[in-house]
């Protein structure tokens, strides 16, 4: 399975289920997509999880690949974890709520667009 060459055909891809291309939680994925915060970074579903991750395409260094909080999806309740499962950062009753915890633990400046791309 290839991935998305960027950020936008990425969310694209998961939001219509394009076939031959990874699939998340829609309910999660939908959630996270509302967050501008979270929808200028890229998506990367996998083993029932939702990370955002800073950089675009694969393959991507060690040190920027998986360093900001994702969401266990197949809630309620949806847990949110730092990076390599190291800290339980809350439990919620709805993705959006996941999302939003997400959003409150995402360092300054993560998922901040660079100066002349606008979030989608």
């Not at 200028?40 to 920027?64: C, K, M, N, R």
């Not at 919620?92 to 606008?118: F, N």
Request: glycine letters at 12%; a negative charge; aromatic letters at 8%.
């Amino acid at each position: 399975m290839s991935e998305a060459p960027d950020i936008t055909t990425a969310w694209r891809q998961l939001l219509e289920g394009t076939p031959g291309t990874r699939q998340g939680d829609f309910l999660v994925v939908e959630a996270a997509h509302a967050q501008p915060r979270l929808r200028a970074l890229y998506p990367f579903p996998t083993h029932g999880t939702l990370h955002f991750l800073l950089v675009t395409p694969p393959p991507w260094p060690e040190s920027d690949g998986d360093r900001l909080p994702f969401i266990v999806c197949g809630g309620p309740p949806y847990k949110i974890y730092t990076p390599g499962y190291g800290e339980l950062l809350g439990e919620t009753a709805t993705p959006g709520e996941a999302a939003a915890l997400v959003v409150d633990h995402l360092p300054a400046d993560a998922g901040l667009p660079a100066e002349g791309q606008g979030v989608q």
